[in-house]
């Protein structure tokens, strides 16, 4: 078995208002994503929706496993994956049909696809991070290079939270179930990622910060808008946010990261935005 995996249940707001720092980055906080020629998962209650990571080196062919909790004969069975490489050139093969992903490039594989393999092309390192959700129907399989996302411009210097979204696995593009994903870089000298915050109380989302430079951080926001705690999180980790918390984070330092949702209703702009002088 070339896969492990962990499971975090669902918390409400009543609990989270009495939580220490250690449980709620038990709770929310998903500190390891990659292990060398292995498919890392963590397992949600919140839609039901992965997060994982899967890190091939050298020649390795890292499979897609299924995992005990799935029950099913093939990860892909009831599921789809979206999946965006942050690292050097890698190629997943997808039923035998090979798909290079260069760093930022995404990869959306629909329910029924039995093999999926992870490999680095000529010794380079990538790293494929991986958000999947149950899926109803199958849709078919699309590589969504960054020429092909769907871009906005947020923010400003003046307000420090200049940004681009990229939106790479999303309902403008592509059929998927659930799974809605992209990748947000923030310009120089801007710290802030969605700030003026949002709830999605129809959708749960995951956040993984990456080019996050060594020794810096980011000091991530979320809970209810009146109710707000923070979690410190280094490079290549994640953090689950329930539908009703916000997510939105401050970084020591420059930093990008990506945004995978699920839930009902896949409309990006579906949002409740919080003014920030509402925000406790
Ligand atoms: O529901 C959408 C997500 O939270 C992100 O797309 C927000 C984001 O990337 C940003 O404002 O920087
Ligand atoms: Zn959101």
Redesign the pocket.
Known sequence: MNTKHESRYASSPREVKGMDTQTLRDEFLIETLFEENKVLWTYTHYDRYMVGGAMPRGNAEVTLDTLDILRSDFFLQRREIGIINVGGAGTVVVDGTAYSLSKKEALYIGRGAKEVIFKAENNEEPFFYLNSATAHTSYPVRKISKSEAVVME??SPETS?H?M?N?LIVNDLLDTCQVQM?L?ELKSGSVW???PA?T?DR?M?A?FYFDLPEGQAVCHFMGEPQETRHIWMKNHQAII?PPWSI??GAGTSNYS?I?G?AGENLD?SD?DIEAVSDIR
């Open positions: 947020m923010g939270n940004r979204i939106k992209g947000t990622n969605t700030m949002h999605h959708r989302e956040y946010s997510h939105s990261f945004w949702m990006y949002m």
